[in-house]
């Protein structure tokens, strides 16, 4: 009874980020069905909460040392974002980190970083993988996209990095081109919470950031990574929790279906060009349909078509330069 209430009350949360879908302009960014601006907080486990609300979900680790924050919403919700963490902690905060460099999970770094510090007095250190600083800063000479205040602070080059705060350790793991080529997923061991970023979404198909580096093996890669890490309760329910990209909290089986239904899609988009079909030919095969029901789009901002022809030309040959 207790797991039955645990999972009803993480899924009325999620039920309030539920059905929409991401913009797609030079790459993906504000989901209107997350950006609300009224943020809710729900206890996960351990000494970890989940902010909706913002933009992207928001994960709060909050203890004696301090508080740390995974992905931090929207501009615009910076200021009630804040709010919302000093409901939880009134400790300093002391770490941010990005899962990926999209603007509805990294839009509020800038406010709620200078709100923070780090032991030493500097401004609230912000980790993400070095491509995050690579899209969020510029070449010398050209204008940044965002403010030097909201850049990563201290990125990491390597596959991970690990560090100790409120008596647990935090891991955080680079995938290789998944939604971005910066995706990090974010281990908080003794909490047992995994926060995913948006290699993993409730809600639609996997967004493939196919012009910054993403991929769709990478994102099955990615949601592998994530089975590796959870361990499941009783009846391959509970246990380690997954917080999403977007939408509801979810258990391993969530991502186990999840993981089987990108690679189901991606094998019968890999046949449909292996049997020289071209792109129409195979949006019209209707190759998702089985799928559709659940996180399929054909209106919006991020539609089943699109998820589509993202897998086409990622999986497509190459075509040889031509030779002048």
């Keep these: 009874m207790r797991h039955r209430a645990a ?52 994960a709060v680790q909050a203890g004696d040392e301090g508080v740390l924050i995974v992905d931090t919403g929207l501009p615009q919700f910076a200021e009630k974002t804040l ?39 500097n401004p609230t250190a912000i980790i993400a993988h070095e491509n995050v600083l690579k899209r969020m800063s510029a070449p010398t000479g050209e204008v940044s996209p965002t403010p030097v205040a ?15 705060f409120n008596d647990e350790s935090v891991m955080v ?30 809600t639609s198909y996997p967004v493939i950031d196919l012009a ?8 099955i890669n990615g949601l592998n990574h994530l089975l590796d890490l959870a361990v499941p309760k009783h009846a391959q329910e509970g246990g380690t929790y997954i917080i999403s990209g977007h939408g509801r909290v979810a258990d391993e089986a969530d991502v186990l279906e999840y993981r089987d239904m990108v690679t189901i899609v ?6 449909a060009i292996g049997r020289g079909r071209t792109l129409d ?21 991020w539609t ?12 497509s040959p190459k075509r040889p330069e031509s030779r002048k």
């Design 212 to 219: 910054n580096g993403g991929g769709v093996q990478g994102v």
């Design 150 to 164: 909201a850049w990563p602070t201290s990125s990491y080059v390597k596959g991970s990095r690990d560090f100790f």
């Design 83 to 121: 709010a919302a963490i000093r409901k939880l902690s009134d400790k300093p905060i002391r770490y941010i980190i990005n899962t990926h460099f999209h603007s509805d999970h990294t839009g509020g770094n800038e406010v709620i970083g200078k709100a923070g510090s780090t032991i030493q007095g």
């Design 266 to 271: 991606r094998d019968r988009i890999k046949d």
């Design 7 to 58: 999972v009803a009350a993480l899924t009325l949360i999620g039920a309030v980020v539920f059905g929409a879908r991401l913009q797609m302009q030079e790459h993906p960014v504000t989901p209107a069905w997350g950006a609300s601006g009224d943020i809710q907080s729900l206890h996960v486990q351990g000494n970890v909460h989940l902010l909706v609300g913002a933009g992207g979900n928001i």
């Design 281 to 301: 030919q195979v949006k019209a095969e209707r190759l998702t349909i089985d799928y559709d029901r659940h996180y399929g789009s054909q209106t919006g901002n």
């Design 173 to 202: 793991f680079h995938d290789d081109a998944g939604h971005t080529d910066g995706d990090s997923i974010v281990h908080f061991r003794r909490s047992d919470v995994l926060m995913a970023g948006d290699v993993f979404l409730t």
């Design 304 to 315: 089943t078509a699109m998820f589509i022809e993202a897998i086409y030309k990622d999986l």
